[in-house]
């Protein structure tokens, strides 16, 4: 048995995801989860909310809370979507919680008494109407280049000019409007990513099997211009895990937080503690996912993101693991999407365009989006959502090829036969062959769900439905059963055993419905098909199933029309 250690790029907390960030890391991680545990296979998914950081402080304040319990909010409703979409996830944790708050002073411990972290002393701008210094973002003020008179301190929305919020004509706090400002000397903690620049290339160079572009990514990001940079990993900021050198003060840094981009990807490891803490389990039970010195040495570690987090996840994290000096799990495998663009342009939350997580599922279930998103994800290219593809995918692949053939045969021997497995016939020449074509597209969808080739393990999944529904469609029962009933019985009892098939094998992708047809099949938990033939005949005469209700209901034109009209947002006609 394997042991698969999958994480998704965990979510930013100030608002709900749309289509495009589901497809572009969660969702396929929920596949291969799935996969990998139906193929037997010990998984560890996780996943979180990443919660510290300006853009949640600026939100909660948006929305009339205190930040801790806007997140607290927010992580419940990411949370319910997530089941909604049925995210198989193990354990969907948060950055803020206590375990992560440890692991992160811990990890900055670690890399200080290792001399990679150093002091840096910066100019930033204190607002004495708010007490606090104010990140870039929250300076406003006009814009030197344009007059736009709403232009932030780290850049003019209306020119795009990138800018020092001392550039700033007028400036003025962001937080209260207070023009009471002032730059004061701060400090702040600096990771030295310089100085691990070669033992990250030695690590990256043994990653042979990635794909090219992403280490090519890495390498662009090591070499070019000056090479890599040394980062701040410190804030003047209330809302974060407070700087503290492992369990120790750090002097000098009293009222400082970590920066949210350096305890992020921590979470990944502090969930697994959330996870076992959840399940009531001990450290070990974490620990031999994540430390190689305690049984993590056979873990294979996957981790699924957006293209934009390549550099992040090739460079930033892996530099505090490695500085760490400790024996901690590294990824293997990275795998990463493309952007998924909405009809014509781009998803646009002010704009209230293109469909986001929660109305998703309020309009149709989880299955639907699913085998949509998932049969064209933005693997090698950004894909595009449009209506009438959605509409001619989910009433083609779902409704007319699989929900079709369930349907068809279920009934046909309810009405001719029984609602139970008919006897009589023997396989000949056809169902051979049959059994041989789905043989080999088994083997093809497998390899394809392994090497996480999201698209082309749908298209060979499709492709098994079709196969049979080209056989009932061939043999006709509901023909032979008039001149030859032995025979008709003996295609009918094959037919219900592919459904019974399809039920299995679609699990990853469409799992209500797989739960659905098995269920309807009387087919209790079924592993994953081993020796085809053994599969196809295990449902023998006699077994009873029932007639499942209608798995697809088919997406009219009036629906289709209502919803492009209702998702194109205020700038479409
Ligand atoms: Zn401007």
């Not at 907390?13 to 572009?24: A, E, F, M, S, T």
């Not at 708010?130 to 850049?155: H, K, M, S, V, W």
């Not at 929305?157 to 409007?177: W, Y």
């Not at 570690?301 to 500085?323: C, E």
């Amino acid at each position: 048995m394997a042991r698969h250690l999958i994480t998704s790029a965990i979510p930013y907390i100030n608002g709900i995801k749309h289509l495009g960030n589901l497809v572009g890391s969660q969702l396929p991680a929920d596949l291969f989860a799935r996969y990998q545990r139906a193929r037997g296979n010990e998984v560890l998914f996780l996943c979180a909310t990443d919660e510290h950081g300006t853009p949640a402080e600026l939100a909660a304040a948006k929305a009339g809370k205190p930040v801790a319990e806007y997140c607290a909010d927010m992580h419940a409703i990411q949370a319910r979507i997530a089941e909604g979409f049925r995210l198989s996830f193990d354990h969907f944790g948060r950055s803020s919680s206590p375990q992560n708050h440890a692991l992160t002073q811990h990890f900055a411990g670690r890399l200080a008494d290792a001399g990679l972290i150093r002091e840096v002393s910066e100019k930033q701008v204190y607002s004495i109407a708010d007490g606090r210094f104010l990140p870039d973002r929250y300076i406003e003020g006009t814009c030197p280049n344009c007059g736009y008179d709403r232009a932030r301190g780290d850049q003019c929305e209306n020119c795009t000019k990138q800018l020092d919020p001392t550039d700033l004509i007028d400036p003025r706090s962001a937080v209260s409007g207070s023009t009471d400002l002032e730059v004061r000397e701060t400090k702040h903690l600096y990771l030295r990513q310089s100085a691990l620049k070669e033992d990250l290339e030695a690590w990256i160079d043994t990653k042979t099997d990635w794909p090219v572009l992403t280490t090519s990514i890495a390498k662009k990001w090591l070499h070019d211009g000056d090479g890599l940079q040394d980062r701040g990993i410190t804030r003047d900021l209330d809302w974060g895990i407070p700087v503290r050198r492992g369990n120790e003060d750090w002097p000098g840094m009293e009222g400082k937080v970590f920066y949210v981009w350096f305890d992020a990807p921590i979470e990944y490891i502090a969930c697994a503690g959330e996870w076992a803490e959840a399940g009531g389990l001990d450290a070990s039970a974490w620990e031999r996912w994540w430390r190689t010195d305690k049984g993590a040495g056979d873990v294979r570690y996957t981790q699924f993101m957006g293209k934009d987090n390549v550099p992040f996840h090739t460079l930033s994290f892996p530099a505090t693991i490695l500085g760490s000096g400790e024996p901690w799990k590294m990824v293997d495998h990275l795998k990463s999407f493309n952007y998924l663009n909405y009809d014509g342009g781009q998803f646009s939350t002010s704009q209230g365009r293109g469909v986001f997580m929660d109305q998703a599922l309020d309009i149709l279930p989880p299955d639907y989006w699913r085998w949509w998103l998932l049969s064209h994800a933005p693997e090698n290219s950004d894909a595009e959502f449009t209506w009438e593809n959605f509409q001619v995918s989910v009433n083609k692949d779902l409704a007319d090829v699989l929900g079709n053939f369930v349907s068809r045969i279920t009934k046909f021997c309810r009405s001719k036969f029984s609602e139970s497995v008919p006897a009589g016939g023997a396989w000949g020449e056809t169902e051979n062959a049959l059994v041989a074509d789905i043989s080999a597209r088994i083997q093809r969808y497998e390899s394809c769900l392994e090497n996480m080739e999201v698209r082309k393990s749908a298209q060979e999944l499709r492709g098994i439905w079709a196969s049979g529904n080209e056989y009932l469609q061939t043999v006709a029962p509901w023909s032979t059963f008039r001149s030859d009933p032995e025979t008709a019985a003996m295609q009918t009892r094959l037919g219900l055993n592919l459904a019974r098939l399809f039920g299995v094998l679609s699990s990853p992708f469409i799992p209500d419905a797989s739960a659905t047809i098995v269920s309807a099949m009387r087919a209790h938990s079924p592993a994953w098909p081993g020796d085809l033939t053994d599969f196809l005949t295990a449902m023998e005469p006699g077994h009873s199933f029932e007639v499942p209700e209608v798995l697809f209901a088919k997406i009219t034109d009036e629906q289709r029309e209502e919803w492009q009209q209702r998702f194109g947002g205020t700038t479409a006609s």
